[in-house]
């Protein structure tokens, strides 16, 4: 029992001691099981663009942005041209957001979410691994599997739908760059949002 403590407790210092994943490195991979049963591996989508939101449905950005549909067409946009949209949920037990994977497949049918999968993640394990900040933090990797674009979803941090009219969406423009073979123009933009709500965050 103690030998799984300090196991357990090694492993915990281990990732929050690591440093944020670099924009224009390899992105960190992670092996983990969606809200339906299924082990899935970063690496494994090697060769496929894939997006990481992170997500909290009590957090009033994130239920802006879908409220509004626009994490949903962001969404359908990038899924329905090949990449693969993956939604964690980092909440831990007794934290804002928090949802077993039978509420959190209720929610995501509620919302019409278009992710390819969504996974929980209450001992922030993943969280950790990427330094995700806030609910959204959005991080894009291309098909070879570099970083190339980690932050806010878009230019505008705001609660409210009508900033979505200024608003810049940054992963559709960073999908734009990759597709026309640019670098992506804004790479790295500080996230906004809700604090994502590890155990050791308060509410």
């Not at 899935?40 to 994130?62: A, D, F, K, M």
């Not at 994490?71 to 990038?78: C, E, S, V």
């Not at 509420?103 to 390819?116: I, P, V």
Request: include cysteine; glycine fraction near 8%; hydrophobic fraction near 35%.
């Amino acid at each position: 029992m103690k030998l799984a403590i300090l196991l357990a407790t090694s492993i915990s210092f281990s990732l929050a001691s690591q440093s944020a994943p670099i924009t224009g490195k390899k992105a960190p991979d992670f092996t983990t099981t969606t809200i339906t049963g299924e082990q899935i591996s970063l690496s494994e989508y090697r060769g496929r663009p894939v997006v990481l939101e992170w997500t909290n449905h009590q957090c009033p950005y994130v239920r802006m942005h879908y409220g509004s549909g626009n994490m949903q067409k962001t969404q359908r946009a990038l899924t329905e041209n090949g990449a693969v949209w993956i939604s964690i949920i980092s909440s831990a037990p007794g934290k804002q957001g928090y949802v077993s994977a039978a509420e959190a497949q209720q929610l995501t049918t509620a919302r019409g979410s278009y992710a390819d999968h969504v996974v929980l993640d209450p001992d922030g394990v993943i969280g950790e691994l990427f330094s995700a900040k806030t609910t959204p933090h959005m991080f894009f990797i291309a098909e070879n599997g570099e970083l190339i674009y980690q932050g806010a979803i878009d230019d505008i941090p705001s609660t409210s739908r009508r900033s979505l009219k200024k608003a810049k969406n940054l992963i559709l423009a960073a999908w734009a760059d990759m597709e026309a073979g640019k670098p992506v123009g804004r790479h790295t933009t500080k996230p906004y949002g809700c604090s994502v709500k590890y155990s050791d965050i308060d509410d």
